[in-house]
């Protein structure tokens, strides 16, 4: 069993930035497919951004192309979501999501159900 454990978020104001961290622990696989999504009141979930943990190129929505970038870190299992010039309409509970074993291919990264393990969330709201 894998738990995640997200930090990083708050409130800022329109413009601000902030820097979201995701920690795996748990069971050891070699990489993982790691994802945020986020879920904004009476909407759905969507995928924002992810990553392969072993490298190679994340993948953003492009809502938040050219404003959030993802990195990851396999040694540590760990994955960040550096986030810039947020907007209100960023403002949600993000979730970070995990899959052992697997890479972020772009058929892949942004399907719930390709998931098998979540984090708690952690709220981002952003004031205009």
């Known amino acids: 069993h894998v738990q995640l454990v997200e930090s990083g978020g708050g409130s800022v104001q329109a413009g601000g930035t902030l820097r979201l961290s995701c920690v795996a622990s748990?069971?050891?696989?070699?990489?993982?497919?790691m994802t945020w999504f986020r879920q904004a009141p009476g909407k759905e979930r969507e995928a924002v951004a992810g990553?392969?943990?072993?490298?190679?190129?994340?993948h953003l929505a492009d809502s938040v192309n050219g404003r959030f970038t993802i990195a990851g870190d396999n040694s540590k299992r760990t994955v960040y979501l550096q986030m810039n010039s947020l907007k209100p309409e960023d403002t949600a509970i993000y979730y970070c999501?995990?899959?052992?074993?697997?890479?972020?291919?772009?058929?892949?990264?942004?399907?719930?159900?390709?998931?098998?393990?979540w984090g708690q969330g952690t709220q981002v709201t952003v004031s205009s």
């Open positions: 999501a995990a899959r052992p074993n697997a890479y972020c291919t772009p058929a892949f990264w942004n399907m719930p159900r390709n998931y098998n393990y």
């Open positions: 748990g069971d050891t696989y070699f990489y993982y497919c």
């Open positions: 990553i392969s943990t072993e490298g190679g190129q994340g």
